[in-house]
């Protein structure tokens, strides 16, 4: 009983110390790739200047990424903003997708300049109402609209698989930017407006999305399959009854997870996996599958369990059920298990290695208290 009691205290005391430890992550992180410098020359007008601070920033923050923090957002936001202004509106409009992607606070703010720069005012104007972040003043926004003629952009019908392209890999301003020239050159094409729809759709905007779909439609001849042309209908009338549009953001989307590792328990290795999902809370359940062979016996563990991770440290906690095995017995118990350890994850977020410390207490006469250190890999999709 001293043990177990021992054990859930360090456990708590894990927890505790990880989640001071996360939120002063957060606050050094935040202070140290907080771009003063960059901010100023955007303000000063020096935006050359802000651009290679901001890639400098950038860089530090790629080398430095840790957990599933990645890059911040924001500042991906700004850095495209300043590639705007430098009259770089190719990269930035590809820098103002990522930081959309990252769920950055700003993106849509930053979105209306920049494609106010580049001479988008259509496609803009349903980024408003916009609140800028307070270091960017009113004054200076409304000074920094320097528009580019988009008019001498050279823009082909071909263009248009491009366009779908950007779509369907949630390059959703690149997407909406070639689908408004090809509009533009090509006013008797349906396709583009079947791009401007999905883009529109996937950033969550539902008046956009409705009027783009409705002009596709009308656009739509008999070169089209009857088929098809009622899907685009069913779709459009299912947006008008109220269909919710929400932002398709692939950070906040649900994760299938698969693990597989060795442990360590009661003197012998053991092969242990487990399949299930993770979310954007950083909880993750799964079904746990174990196998423990020694001596003339061994045993099966069949179980579900909870994680929660803060920055790298993970805790947990699961409900089991074992089946040991001799050659003159066989007998199934349950126990529950506590669970704690670190979960470090590659650049792209795609995989992480897990170690951790687990103990296993008895809810049936038939268990007994056991402890294990396990070691594997987890794979995200």
Known sequence: MKNIIFFIFLLLCCFVNAQKKTNSFEIDFSKRYVPVDARQAIIDGNYSKAVEMY????????????????????????????????????????????????????????????????????LAFFFLPVKGPDWLSNNHTDLAIQKINNNRVI????????AYKQAMSKQYIHALTTAY?????????????????????????????????????????????????NQYIQHLSSL????????????????????????????SFSWNGRVGLYNN?????????????????SSINYGISIYKTWAIVVGGFGLSMVHNRSDTDSKWSANMSLSTGLSIPNDDRSSSYDFMLNIFLPITNESTINYSITLGRTLYF
């Open 55 to 122: 890639t400098n920033i950038l860089n530090q923050a790629k080398n430095k990424r840790t957990s599933y923090k990645g890059v911040d957002g924001n500042i991906v936001a700004e850095y495209a903003y300043a590639l705007a202004l430098s009259g770089n509106i190719e990269y930035a409009i590809t820098n103002i997708d990522r930081a959309i992607a990252l769920d950055a606070k700003n993106a849509f703010f930053f979105t209306y300049q920049i494609l106010k720069i580049a001479g988008f005012d259509t």
């Open 181 to 229: 020239l090809i509009e533009r050159e090509y006013p008797a094409e349906y396709t583009p407006y079947i791009v401007e729809y999905l883009a529109w759709k996937g950033l969550g905007k539902k008046e956009p999305s409705i009027t783009a779909l409705e002009q596709a439609v009308s656009l739509m001849d008999s070169t089209i399959q009857p088929e098809e042309k």
């Open 155 to 162: 823009i082909r019908r071909s263009d248009i698989e491009q």
């Open 281 to 297: 809370n950083n909880f993750s359940t799964s079904f746990n599958f174990m196998k423990v062979s020694a001596d003339e016996q």
């Open 240 to 267: 008008k009854k109220g269909e919710i549009i929400t932002q398709d953001n692939p950070k906040k989307r649900t994760k299938t997870i698969i693990y597989t590792g060795f442990s360590w328990m009661n003197g």
